[in-house]
């Protein structure tokens, strides 16, 4: 099975921004929409973003609305996670997946895992 592949992770001060990407290849990836979760060391994974494959809706979790951004490049099959202000509890692994329901938090609803980018944010 195809998987995406995330990277734009890094280290980075509190209140800086970073970009994440992940890029889709094959068509036989291509689902409905793509979302973007993290996940902290001893936490559970949990939802931050999604969108469609469009890109005429997106769906936030509370705890990033106003500070990022989910946006799809479908020329090239990229979905790509905008963070600003980040904060050191937005430090953990994050990654990408495809979907074919929106909008849905749950992660039993996401297939085709990508191996995920680390983020962490210093005080």
């Known amino acids: 099975q195809v998987q995406p592949v995330e990277s734009g992770g890094g280290l980075v001060q509190a209140g800086g921004s970073l970009r994440l990407s992940c890029a889709a290849s094959g068509r036989t990836f291509r689902s409905y929409s793509m979302g973007w979760f993290r996940q902290a060391p001893g936490k559970e994974r949990e939802f931050v973003a999604a969108?469609?494959?469009?890109?005429?809706?997106?769906y936030y979790a509370d705890s990033v609305k106003g500070r990022f951004t989910i946006s799809t490049d479908n020329a090239k099959n990229t979905v790509y996670l905008q963070m600003n202000s980040l904060k050191p509890e937005d430090t953990a692994v994050y990654f990408c997946?495809?979907?074919?329901?929106?909008?849905?938090?749950?992660?039993?609803?996401?297939?085709?895992w990508g191996q995920g980018t680390q983020v962490t944010v210093s005080s």
């Open positions: 969108i469609l494959w469009s890109g005429a809706a997106t």
């Open positions: 997946a495809g979907s074919s329901y929106f909008p849905t938090t749950l992660e039993s609803k996401y297939d085709s």
